[in-house]
């Protein structure tokens, strides 16, 4: 019995001298090799060799409480394949995001083959810049945006009338993601919309499941089946494209433009056009951008509504009365209307900072930089918890309760409020996502209502929050 106990107590020594052996990899690796300056780091844990802290985060996400992951973790720790610090700051998140100088984009090694070389996420600070002020006037500001209204509405009013009259329920989010798509295909390829359409909605899911997975290529991985999906996409793009060219050379006068013709047309301080696989990354990440997150903020919009009575009846007069106050010769929203959506716009805000649809955005340190009197060692990433600030109890008093008031005369502090990133890098979509959520919710407040099939269900966080059966409902007309 002696002999047995002391080869347990041995086996059990040996099993937590590799435990801690290997929970110290990491930490000699990054850490340690710093030398005196591992002093000024944040605290916190590295967790395991080359995984990280991976397994607590997926477990965290995957539970109803994600935010639990930020509790447990002080700031440092190893994840995405990098050492990194986390920030939930508002005033840090503010100094990392103003500052070019000492911070680049630091996104996952997944995301940025699954984008391009030449996507948002992945070209250096001047060239973005440049970029950014050809490509994204179409999409900044109401005022440029207001050709889009009236497109918009005809696609909310046909695709709501289609939803109420299906007998059986549908994944509301899935269906709201169609419509989404459909309006940034407009605005990006113009008459080539309609002929890609059908084909690239299911590699986009794909596309997306594979952002931020380890970057493995095997059969199996969301990362192989989203390069597949990418491969597929390019593919798509470039036949648009090549027709494109042969309809401009001949100046056919049914080609509606978009961006793409754009695109097509920008040309360098040396004369020289952008090469087609650049156009390709470019219309690859405002296509994936700009029809998902409007998607999921539409959808919980929703719910949040109809979870919320009282929220429902305020919003509900509001766009009554701004149909009573119509003039008799308009026929449909006008920018105009849009702008007196005070309330909505306060219950759009709350659907942003509660669904917290992006968790995080990532930067990488150019150089060692001191925030706050903590190191941020060169190379090292920084990821800017949205999802941390939006429910910090200290910045938002009763962060998981859905309060559209709590934005009556309330502006929030730099770095408060980050649904859309901030600083030079700030999503170029955040207009139009916000005009067409508001068009989707004006009609359907005045007109339909929801009938939920699972209320009360659980949910999922990654790629991006949603119900797991995708908001399975039945959308009912009012009478």
């Given at each position: 019995?002696?002999?047995?106990?002391?080869?347990?107590?041995?086996?059990?020594?040996?099993?937590?001298?590799?435990?801690?052996?290997?929970?110290?990899?990491?930490?000699?690796?990054?850490?340690?090799?710093?030398?005196?300056?591992?002093?000024?780091?944040?605290?916190?844990?590295?967790g395991w060799?080359?995984?990280?802290?991976?397994?607590?985060?997926?477990?965290?996400?995957?539970?109803?409480?994600?935010d639990?992951?930020?509790?447990?973790?002080v700031?440092?720790?190893?994840?995405?394949?990098?050492?990194s610090?986390?920030?939930c700051?508002?005033?840090?998140?503010?100094?990392?995001?103003?500052?070019?100088?000492?911070f680049?984009?630091?996104?996952?090694?997944?995301?940025?083959?699954?984008?391009?070389?030449?996507?948002?996420?992945?070209?250096?600070?001047?060239?973005h810049?440049?970029?950014?002020?050809?490509t994204?006037?179409?999409?900044n500001?109401?005022?440029?945006?207001?050709?889009?209204?009236?497109?918009?509405?005809?696609?909310v009013?046909?695709?709501?009338?289609?939803?109420?009259?299906?007998?059986?329920?549908?994944?509301?989010?899935?269906?709201?993601?169609?419509?989404?798509?459909?309006?940034?295909?407009?605005?990006?390829?113009?008459?080539?919309?309609?002929?890609?359409?059908?084909?690239?909605?299911?590699?986009y899911?794909?596309?997306?499941?594979?952002m931020?997975?380890?970057?493995?290529?095997i059969?199996?991985?969301?990362?192989?089946?989203?390069?597949?999906?990418?491969?597929?996409?390019?593919?798509?793009?470039?036949?648009v494209l090549?027709?494109?060219?042969?309809?401009?050379?001949?100046t056919?006068?049914?080609?509606?433009?978009?961006m793409i013709?754009?695109?097509?047309?920008?040309?360098?301080e040396?004369?020289?056009?952008?090469?087609?696989?650049?156009?390709?990354?470019?219309?690859?990440?405002?296509?994936?951008a700009?029809?998902?997150s409007?998607?999921?903020?539409?959808?919980?919009?929703?719910l949040?509504?109809?979870?919320?009575?009282?929220?429902?009846?305020?919003?509900?007069?509001?766009q009554?009365?701004?149909?009573?106050?119509?003039?008799?010769?308009e026929?449909?929203?006008?920018l105009?209307d849009?702008?007196?959506?005070?309330y909505?716009?306060?219950?759009?805000?709350?659907?942003?900072?509660?669904?917290?649809?992006?968790?995080?955005n990532?930067?990488?340190?150019?150089?060692d930089v001191?925030i706050n009197?903590?190191?941020?060692?060169?190379?090292?990433?920084?990821?800017?918890?949205?999802?941390?600030?939006?429910?910090?109890?200290?910045?938002?008093?009763?962060?998981?309760?859905?309060?559209?008031?709590?934005?009556?005369?309330?502006?929030?502090?730099?770095g408060?409020f980050?649904?859309?990133g901030?600083?030079?890098?700030?999503?170029?979509?955040?207009?139009?996502?916000?005009?067409?959520?508001?068009?989707?919710?004006?009609?359907?407040l005045?007109n339909?209502?929801?009938?939920?099939?699972?209320?009360?269900?659980?949910?999922?966080?990654?790629p991006?929050?949603?119900?797991?059966?995708?908001?399975?409902?039945?959308?009912?007309?009012?009478?």
């Amino acid at each position: 019995m002696k002999l047995y106990l002391d080869v347990l107590s041995l086996i059990l020594a040996v099993v937590l001298g590799i435990y801690v052996f290997l929970k110290k990899i990491n930490e000699w690796r990054h850490v340690s090799s710093l030398g005196e300056k591992k002093h000024s780091l944040p605290p916190g844990d590295m967790g395991w060799p080359i995984i990280g802290n991976i397994w607590p985060f997926l477990k965290a996400f995957r539970s109803n409480d994600p935010d639990s992951f930020i509790y447990n973790l002080v700031q440092r720790t190893y994840l995405f394949g990098s050492p990194s610090i986390i920030v939930c700051i508002p005033e840090t998140c503010r100094k990392v995001f103003a500052d070019d100088e000492h911070f680049r984009l630091g996104y996952p090694a997944s995301t940025k083959q699954l984008t391009g070389k030449k996507s948002f996420h992945s070209i250096p600070n001047s060239e973005h810049k440049r970029l950014r002020r050809l490509t994204t006037a179409p999409i900044n500001g109401h005022e440029a945006l207001s050709m889009y209204i009236g497109y918009i509405e005809e696609m909310v009013v046909n695709s709501l009338d289609e939803w109420s009259s299906m007998k059986e329920p549908i994944e509301v989010l899935n269906e709201i993601r169609k419509l989404t798509f459909k309006v940034i295909t407009h605005i990006f390829v113009g008459s080539s919309a309609e002929s890609i359409m059908g084909s690239v909605e299911e590699l986009y899911t794909d596309l997306n499941y594979g952002m931020k997975s380890a970057a493995i290529n095997i059969p199996g991985f969301a990362f192989h089946k989203a390069l597949k999906a990418r491969k597929m996409l390019t593919k798509i793009l470039q036949e648009v494209l090549d027709v494109r060219r042969v309809k401009s050379e001949v100046t056919d006068p049914n080609v509606k433009r978009g961006m793409i013709d754009l695109l097509m047309e920008i040309q360098d301080e040396n004369g020289h056009k952008l090469p087609d696989e650049d156009i390709i990354d470019l219309l690859l990440m405002f296509l994936l951008a700009g029809h998902e997150s409007s998607a999921h903020v539409a959808m919980w919009a929703i719910l949040y509504l109809h979870n919320h009575p009282q929220v429902l009846k305020k919003a509900k007069e509001e766009q009554e009365e701004i149909l009573k106050n119509r003039q008799s010769v308009e026929k449909g929203l006008t920018l105009n209307d849009i702008r007196k959506m005070n309330y909505l716009q306060k219950v759009i805000d709350e659907t942003l900072r509660r669904a917290s649809v992006s968790f995080c955005n990532f930067r990488e340190a150019k150089v060692d930089v001191n925030i706050n009197g903590y190191l941020i060692p060169k190379g090292w990433k920084v990821l800017l918890w949205n999802r941390g600030v939006h429910m910090d109890p200290e910045v938002y008093s009763d962060p998981k309760e859905f309060l559209p008031e709590r934005w009556e005369n309330h502006k929030p502090k730099p770095g408060s409020f980050l649904p859309f990133g901030a600083g030079s890098r700030i999503c170029p979509g955040a207009d139009l996502a916000k005009l067409e959520i508001s068009i989707f919710l004006h009609y359907f407040l005045l007109n339909y209502t929801l009938e939920q099939i699972n209320p009360g269900g659980s949910n999922v966080y990654l790629p991006l929050p949603r119900p797991v059966d995708n908001c399975l409902a039945k959308v009912v007309k009012l009478e």
